[in-house]
């Protein structure tokens, strides 16, 4: 079946450093969507990516889908404790699979003030 | 007003016995799920109901038993539970069965087995 892995798992920096996740699926997917979960919350999405090669950005957020649309990251400038909490990735591979969103481990990023 | 509610917040229980899991969305979408995320934070999809009809069904004991009255309410029934079966429990909704929409997650059920 489809899978999605995230790497790294954790990811601890200090308040104003630079974090990259990354997320690769098995498949060809259709779309991906990040979301973020705060310590003791509940995931909340945050952004979608449809087209190849697609770059959004969200204030110090930047997200990439690869051309393959096989794979895809988390950028984020210049962390802050506010970003503290675990991001996770999620891809639909269409098909058989429509419909069923798939997701990635998460990373748990620690920001240290 | 909570867009995904889900009842009850918390949940300790002894193995052996039935609980259930309510949840209810206001946002007038079609399509509902639940995913159980372990101790290691993994979220898997359990179920999925698309207005009232089971869409998606994952391997899962059917000792677990969803049920959709209506579209807007997705319950989770367990029956003779399990050391393993504590983890949250997420319920989330979506516009369309497609899943080119965000999820909206509810708040969650912490589910401990003793």
């Known amino acids: 079946g489809q899978q999605v892995m995230q790497i790294p798992q954790y990811q601890h920096v200090q308040e104003g450093e630079d974090f990259t996740t990354y997320c690769n699926s098995s498949t060809t997917l259709s779309n991906i969507q990040w979301y973020k979960q705060r310590p003791g919350g509940h995931p909340v999405f945050l952004i979608q990516l449809v087209k190849s090669g697609e770059v959004k950005k969200q204030k110090r957020l930047t997200f990439q889908f690869g051309e393959a649309k096989k794979n895809s990251s988390l950028h984020i400038t210049a962390t802050q404790t506010t970003d503290v909490g675990t991001y996770f990735c999620?891809?639909?591979?269409?098909?058989?699979?429509?419909?069923?969103?798939?997701f990635g481990q998460g990373t748990i990023l620690t920001v240290h003030p | 007003d909570t867009a995904v509610s889900q009842t009850p917040k918390y949940l300790v229980t002894q193995m052996g016995n039935d609980k259930s899991i309510k949840c209810e969305q206001n946002l007038g979408h079609d399509t509902m799920y639940w995913y159980k995320q372990d101790s290691k934070k993994f979220l898997k999809i359990m179920f999925s109901y698309n207005n009232k009809e089971l869409i998606i069904n994952e391997t899962v004991p059917n000792r677990f038993s969803p049920k959709s009255p209506d579209k807007a309410h997705l319950n989770l029934h367990i029956n003779s539970l399990e050391l393993g079966d504590s983890a949250v429990y997420f319920c989330?909704?979506?516009?369309?069965?497609?899943?080119?929409?965000?999820?909206?997650f509810g708040s969650g059920t912490r589910l401990t087995v003793v």
């Open positions: 999620a891809g639909n591979a269409g098909g058989t699979s429509y419909g069923k969103l798939t």
């Open positions: 989330a909704s979506s516009p369309s069965r497609g899943s080119f929409y965000g999820y909206t």
